[in-house]
């Protein structure tokens, strides 16, 4: 083959591979918009003579392009639909980049009153302000993500004064990612009609079915009357993978509601003013299951911080609901008008594990059985409140609710599967919540040793306890939690010890102590 | 929902939080322990050779005397004919007391496996003298001597 040839057929080759893996990206333009351009015989594709409507350059634009919206009004003509993205392509408005929270700016302001409607996957819309979505007829929102589509980015929008703020879709494939965006006063039709009210909301319409894979994290809803986030939908299987955290709520209705959400997680937000009287800041309806609810600050509402209810409208009964680490309520008397958390009878299979809570008291939450002398916000319904912190989240010591006593063990555990062993001894005591002691610990297996002190007795019952500590530099981790059970007089067989130290997960466990015993008293 | 009165209640409920309860003075010392120990040559006990232990120990010792706790050892050993054969120590610590040497020495009853298959023996008396790197045990009226620890730790405190 000559040089020649050779070039060619490698040129080919190249040009076949660009092909084959598809060159759209590399060769996506660059579209302009502004309020003194203009759409007639324009592509939008030079800076310098922008079209004038976002549709527009939509229509223009090949998948991949991005379209740059100068600050201005657009009302988004023809009247009578909504603006409308159904390419994936990304739309920076004049605050690209700029987080929207308490951002007081020029804006890219889109004021269509049927709203926008994203029909295409993986778009992205930074930068903007939605505003008087307010007819209907049509989507009744500021965005509305369309059924069957994935991967919606909405970054550093402001929307506002809509019926709804956001419909929310995602069949899966990519992440819809909900940031920086600051969603306020949704209230056309609130009380009225179509979910009015609500800053993001799905359903099984809006969705066209399941919703998977949904980060909202580090907004601001604010003022809206129904719901900061609103997950209505009531037909199975739901929604599953929706973490919200690290947003800010308040002066809404509530601040997030939830039926037939599963494997999620409700994190880090901090929830105020929650105007929705019998309600709460966090309200679960029927069949949510292994959702945690953690590190939130729930401060003050007209309802309760949360609540648990079983409507018989989808599924059962919610289940492998956790809610640690929360602070619900503060010290005094500006709090929840209702319960810290209200469980109905059948709203949750089996007892809600609501430990290492910040109730707004040292003394716990205010509980007529279990704790009738706390002083916190209340507690109604199946949940295990005990133990509660002793002071706010974090670093409150999760010792609230301990009672006084001892435990001591010394035996051995089994640690793996072919008979290796581990030996313990320790003494732990707990003084009304104030943990002593010591642990040594040793894995006759790999030689891990722990020597230890007991900082935390968090569990203390006539046959259970827990504690954890801190351990000595010559020890095989810093810290250490351990759970031992007494559950005979000849502990061989019987009673269990477990421990959790690095990595190692409940080493020891799950079955009895093969040799030893251990007391509680 | 918070009570009335809540923060004069908050303040006493707070101040008992903190407050030592009278099961904290009575504790004087805490011995603790999970290791593994080496006999010198020649121990031995009811016939069966000794080389070696592994202890795990939890007990709280009063300053009156009496402690609660738990003493579990294996020892290690070989029967007359050569086989492994370790003896099992299952002991209910009642009483201790710490040295001013910080040895510490705990006493009870305990039941002892022989590890021959047949039933252990129940109540036998025992006495371990512990320190950070050693550990003697009297078992019945065998004094085993004093065991060199090789692997964990044992605290008195």
Redesign the interface.
């Known amino acids: 083959m000559t040089r020649a040839k050779r070039y060619a057929s490698g040129f080919l080759s190249v040009l076949a591979i660009l092909l084959a893996i598809g060159v759209s990206a590399a060769w996506a333009a660059d579209r302009y918009v502004a309020t003194t351009g203009n759409d007639t015989a324009n592509n939008c594709s030079n800076s310098l003579f922008p079209c004038q409507t976002i549709q527009k350059a939509i229509n223009e634009a090949s998948p991949s392009d991005t379209i740059h919206v100068a600050a201005g009004i657009y009302p988004e003509p023809p009247a009578g639909s909504p603006l409308t993205v159904n390419k994936t392509l990304t739309l920076l408005g004049a605050q690209n980049g700029v987080d929207a929270r308490g951002r007081v700016a020029t804006e890219s302001i889109v004021t269509d009153s049927q709203g926008t409607y994203v029909t295409a996957s993986n778009v992205v819309i930074d930068g903007f302000t939605f505003e008087n979505s307010t007819n209907p007829a049509f989507t009744n929102y500021g965005i509305l993500m369309g059924a069957g589509t994935t991967g919606t980015q909405l970054l550093n929008n402001i929307i506002q004064n809509n019926i709804v703020g956001i419909g929310l879709a995602n069949s899966g494939g990519s992440q819809v990612l909900i940031r920086h965006n600051q969603i306020q006063n949704n209230n056309v039709f609130f009380n009225v009609c179509c979910a009015g009210g609500t800053g993001i909301y799905t359903d099984e319409f809006v969705s066209g079915g399941a919703v998977k894979n949904v980060l909202i994290e580090e907004n601001a809803f604010i003022g809206n009357d129904d719901a900061g986030i609103d997950v209505s939908n009531t037909a199975l299987p739901g929604v599953s993978g929706l973490d919200v955290s690290t947003n800010s709520f308040d002066m809404n209705g509530r601040g997030v509601v939830l039926f037939n959400t599963h494997m999620s997680t409700i994190h880090d937000n901090s929830i105020t003013n929650s105007t929705f009287v019998g309600s709460a800041a966090i309200r679960l309806f029927d069949n949510n299951s292994n959702l945690s609810i953690m590190n939130n600050d729930l401060t003050t509402g007209a309802g309760r911080a949360i609540r648990l209810s079983f409507l018989g409208l989808v599924g059962g009964p919610s289940s492998g609901v956790v809610i640690n680490e929360n602070n619900i309520g503060t010290v005094g008397f500006t709090n929840f008008v209702g319960e810290g958390l209200l469980v109905e009878p059948g709203s949750h299979v089996g007892t809600v594990n609501a430990e290492c809570n910040w109730w707004g008291s040292p003394s716990g939450p205010f509980n007529a059985t279990n704790n009738p002398t706390g002083t916190g916000e209340e507690v109604v319904g199946d949940a295990d409140f005990t133990p509660w912190l002793a002071a706010p989240a974090p670093g409150g010591a999760c010792i609230g609710g301990v009672p006084s006593g001892k435990v001591t063990g010394g035996g051995q555990v089994r640690v793996n599967m072919t008979g290796g062993k581990g030996t313990f001894g320790f003494n732990a005591k707990s003084d009304s919540g104030v943990g002593s002691g010591h642990l040594n610990y040793l894995n006759h297996v790999t030689g891990a040793h722990l020597d230890c002190k007991v900082t935390f007795v968090t569990e203390l019952t006539p046959t259970t306890a827990k504690f954890e500590g801190t351990c000595s530099p010559n020890s095989a981790a810093m810290s250490f939690m351990a759970e031992v059970e007494d559950n005979a007089k000849q502990g061989k067989n019987a009673d269990k010890f477990k421990i959790t130290y690095g990595t190692n997960v409940d080493e020891g466990g799950p079955g009895p102590i093969i040799s030893g015993n251990i007391e509680i008293k | 929902?918070?009570?009335l009165?809540?923060v004069l209640?908050?303040i006493f409920?707070?101040v008992?939080?903190?407050?030592?309860?009278a099961?904290?003075a009575q504790?004087a010392a805490?011995?603790?322990?999970?290791?593994?120990a080496v006999f010198p040559s020649g121990a031995a006990f009811n016939g069966v050779s000794l080389s070696g232990l592994?202890?795990?120990?939890?007990?709280?010792i009063a300053g009156n005397g009496t402690a609660?706790?738990?003493?579990?050892a294996?020892l290690l050993g070989t029967s007359l004919f050569g086989a492994p054969q370790d003896v099992?120590v299952?002991g209910?610590v009642s009483g201790g007391s710490v040295a001013g040497d910080g040895s510490a020495t705990l006493s009870g009853t305990a039941?002892v496996d022989m590890g021959d298959g047949n039933l252990p023996l129940p109540a036998v008396p025992f006495t371990v003298t512990a320190s950070t790197g050693s550990l003697g045990l009297i078992l019945g009226a065998t004094a085993l001597p004093t065991a060199t620890l090789t692997?964990?730790?044992?605290?008195i405190?």
Do not use: H
């Open positions: 929902m918070t009570r009165g809540v209640t908050a409920g707070f008992s939080v903190l407050a030592p309860a099961v904290a504790d805490g011995v603790t322990g999970a290791g593994e592994t202890l795990g120990q939890g007990v709280w609660t706790g738990q003493f579990q294996v099992t299952e209910k039941t692997a964990g730790s044992i605290t405190e």
